[in-house]
């Protein structure tokens, strides 16, 4: 494959990113915030993001398994779960956390941990693309290209 | 009379979130600001040159005054443990020396009357999370007026003065209520 079919493939599958809801605007934000100065920003940052969620996802795991559920702390855990889908651009994971959210309020046990399945589920998707598409990346610039600019109007 | 165009603005962002705090030095490093960050208020007070008297809480030390930190524009997340940002707000309009530093608060809950209070309390902007370019580029105004300010000595700012904006479209990232 030469660096202009990798290219292609690098926007037809970021652009799927998008139609099919894993990333939204935000994720734009984050490529316009990387330049020479700060090559590896995105993966930077979005490392940051799998770090952080696999240990919220830990604690949830943890405190919706007492005997009695501290909701208080289950929510702080998902807010800040919610806080950085949303900072990176996982809409998914995101909008998972504002369901999630909502149980906490009605204190039920069942409903809680069906949404900590739903959001593990998000976040696992998410995290497959994203490691797709810096794995598409690393192959580009290996092959001397550059990557695309993303608009957001296709 | 110009100012030095060199000299840069100092901003000191406060946020828990490591991933808010590496977004908000990029962003505000794009628009040419140095900046320090710091995890959490208390953090921000401390560098601020604020010291903890244990009969008052935070108190900034009116003889010895913290001379190297130059702190033009603090921006603080809003949710924070121990101390919020409000709280931070408040601490710093009531210092004598640091109540003219504008403050510009980020949250990511939308909510009108914590936004009302933090912008009665004296907060210039109030940024919905995330935080875009867009409301970065908000933020140079507020730092201009301060530094033209401060080099023509013109009456202090009264901190609880509601600033009259002529009616600007909404953003859905930052307003001003008018009660």
């Known amino acids: 494959m030469d660096v202009g079919q990798m290219q292609r493939q690098w926007l037809d599958y970021t652009r799927s990113l998008f139609i099919e809801g894993f990333l939204d605007n935000q994720f734009l934000q984050l490529q316009q915030l990387q330049d020479e100065n700060n090559p590896e920003f995105v993966v930077e940052v979005v490392s940051l993001f799998f770090d952080d969620s696999e240990r919220l996802l830990k604690d949830l795991n943890f405190a919706l398994d007492q005997q009695g559920v501290d909701f208080k702390k289950v929510d702080a855990h998902v807010h800040q779960l919610k806080g950085s889908s949303s900072s990176i651009g996982a809409q998914r994971v995101k909008n998972a956390c504002i369901a999630f959210r909502n149980f906490c309020e009605d204190q039920n046990v069942e409903a809680c941990l069906r949404c900590l399945q739903q959001v593990k589920q998000e976040y696992c998707l998410v995290k497959n693309k994203l490691e797709t598409l810096f794995r598409l990346e690393q192959q580009i610039v290996a092959a001397g290209g550059s990557i695309p600019m993303m608009e957001l109007g296709f | ?179």
Do not use: W
Request: overall charge negative; aromatic content about 6%.
């Open chain 2, 1 to 179: 009379m110009g100012m030095s165009a060199a000299a840069q603005f100092h901003v000191l962002a406060v946020d828990d979130s490591l991933i808010d705090r590496m977004l908000i030095e990029r962003l505000l490093k794009t628009s040419s600001f140095h900046v320090t960050t710091v995890d959490s208020a208390i953090k921000a007070l401390q560098y601020l040159g604020m010291v903890e008297d244990k009969l008052k809480g935070y108190e900034t030390p009116e003889i010895h005054q913290n001379a190297e930190v130059n702190v033009n524009l603090i921006i603080t997340d809003y949710c924070m443990p121990e101390m919020t940002g409000h709280d931070l707000l408040r601490k710093i309009k009531e210092s004598n020396s640091l109540k003219d530093i504008p403050v510009v608060i980020m949250s990511s809950e939308n909510v009108p009357s914590r936004i009302n209070r933090c912008l009665e309390d004296g907060a210039e902007e109030f940024f919905l999370k995330p935080v875009q370019q867009s409301d970065v580029n908000k933020l140079k105004p507020h730092l201009l007026k301060s530094r033209s300010k401060e080099e023509e000595e013109t009456q202090p700012i009264n901190n609880n003065k509601r600033k009259q904006e002529s009616s600007a479209p909404f953003n859905k990232n930052s307003y001003k209520i008018k009660i």
